[in-house]
């Protein structure tokens, strides 16, 4: 519920602060906001990624907490970590791009990855939407211009 | 440091080399309201693989609060034959095409050790990971190639949320059709017994002795404050692990590259990794010159303009030069086959 109020906000003002609690602690909350920034720094749409499947609303604690209580040690990591993935090539044109920036891509995911994981370091209950796309901005040049497309395509994808 | 070594050599008499059955947690205690604040999940587990190994012929080993260099010397180990991890874990979730919430397996220190698993002693018969959800993991690292040098290797694992002592109990039951047998005793509970069969299998498994065609690599890491372990690593694949390093020092390593994994130069991109599973604070690594010791080539740091290095818990050096033609390689024996001598 939490998760699908963060998108609202962000859709309603992008002045307020994104972040909140949550992304302190949520790495997958923090790459989500991170993603969405990237999705709109250009072209593009606010993402649904905040929709999808995680623990990031916390659906994962209830059984965390109702394990412990009764004296079961779940071995559960409740959080996760967004990254990038390899895509392949013969989907490029599923997601509006073309062949030669997909294998640009696949050979850079790791870079793609570590570029992720500074501009989610860098979000905290305080960043606004335009702050995370100014993020992004810093660090396009640090990469491919086609594995910055490619990285906005997949941050924009509609669900 | 929490981490107390707990070495039970018990029914060893017979057999003063038999196999060693390891078990390796790392998780920390919740608070539970009818435990004292000193009881400890190591407790209970620990007692669960004394009791069903106990008769077994296999030397019981058992450590907690387990780091990554443990896990990694443990998981090379010549003289384990089946090895069960504890700790939390959780699986890949795709979110959309090329966008994923990925794996981990967490450790107490908070790192995600599963790349860990990816490279395993030939010896080894039984590897568990006793763990939420973990099953697609470990069995995506067998489908896909990644214990081809150990056939008869078992994995096991859970599809599910998971109870650390239902789980230990489970694999342990899992492991006897690697191991020997599984009888239950009524009353007493259930017990694993090796067969002479097995202990002799393992004892004559001559897999140590592949040898592999490798490009050497020579690394020298300078630490200008105390860095952690760092694993060296090709496409998630672990070469080698670095030790901590104080502040001030500077080491020099060698490590080996398979020739097998390389296919372009993008493929000898070298990360450092912390594997920290999440950190929003810089994790500093070290100062790294990698230089390959019988072809040329170079590698940089994927940094910003004035030096940093990009990533948090991890650093990448970009390769700049040709393949190493297989004349560059030289045969390795990879594994040890004994740490007894």
């Known amino acids: ?159 | 440091m929490k981490n107390i070594a707990i070495l039970f050599t018990l029914f060893v008499s017979f057999n003063a080399l038999a196999a060693r059955v390891v078990l390796l947690s790392s998780l920390d205690t919740p608070k539970i309201w009818y435990h004292s604040k000193d009881w400890e999940i190591e407790e209970p587990l620990e007692k669960i693989f004394l009791k069903h190994f106990k008769k077994s012929g296999y030397e019981i080993v058992i450590k907690e609060k387990v780091d990554q260099e443990t896990l990694w010397k443990e998981l090379h180990n010549p003289e384990n034959i089946a090895l069960f991890w504890v700790s939390h874990a959780k699986e890949q979730t795709q979110l959309t095409d090329g966008i994923s919430n990925d794996a981990a397996v967490v450790d107490y220190y908070g790192n995600d050790v599963k790349d860990l698993f990816k490279n395993v002693h030939p010896n080894m018969k039984f590897l568990s990971l006793v763990g939420c959800n973990a099953e697609s993991l470990i069995n995506n690292y067998k489908s896909s190639g990644e214990y081809s040098n150990n056939p008869n290797l078992r994995v096991h694992s859970f599809d599910k949320k998971i109870d650390a002592r239902k789980g230990l109990r489970k694999s342990i039951k899992a492991s006897a059709k690697s191991l020997g047998f599984y009888k239950n005793t009524f009353g007493k509970g259930g017990q694993i017994y090796s067969t002479p069969e097995v202990q002799n299998s393992f004892s004559s498994n001559i897999a140590c002795l592949a040898k592999e065609e490798v490009f050497e690599i020579s690394i020298e890491r300078y630490t200008n404050q105390a860095g952690p372990s760092v694993a060296l690593k090709i496409n998630s694949k672990i070469l080698t692990m670095l030790p901590k390093s104080a502040a001030g020092e500077l080491n020099n390593y060698k490590f080996f590259v398979p020739s097998s994994l390389i296919k372009s130069p993008s493929d000898l991109k070298i990360t450092i990794d912390s594997n920290q599973f999440y950190s929003s604070e810089r994790i500093e690594l070290g100062e790294f010159t990698i230089t390959p010791v019988n072809f040329l080539g170079k590698w940089k740091l994927f940094a910003k303009k004035d030096g940093t290095p990009i990533g948090i818990t991890k650093n990448l050096l970009r390769y700049s030069g040709e393949i190493p033609s297989q004349d560059m390689a030289t045969e390795k024996q990879i594994y040890q086959c004994s740490t007894r001598n």
């Open chain 1, 1 to 159: 519920m939490s998760v699908a109020l963060l998108s609202l906000i962000l859709t309603q003002t992008s002045q307020a602060a994104i972040g909140g609690m949550t992304a302190l602690f949520n790495p997958v909350i923090g790459g989500k906001i991170a993603l969405t920034g990237l999705a709109t720094a250009g072209a593009g749409t606010i993402g649904s990624l905040f929709y999808r499947g995680s623990c990031g609303s916390g659906e994962c604690l209830a059984p965390l907490f109702f394990g412990v209580s009764i004296g079961l040690i779940l071995l559960d990591e409740a959080n996760g970590k967004i990254e990038f993935t390899k895509i392949d090539p013969a989907s490029a044109h599923e997601l509006g791009l073309k062949k030669f920036e997909v294998l640009i891509f696949n050979s850079e995911v790791e870079e793609a990855n570590l570029v992720l994981s500074e501009v989610i370091s860098q979000i905290n209950e305080s960043t606004t939407h335009e702050d995370v796309t100014e993020i992004w901005s810093e660090y396009e040049s640090i990469l491919s211009p086609e594995s910055f497309n490619v990285m906005k395509a997949l941050a924009s994808k509609k669900q």
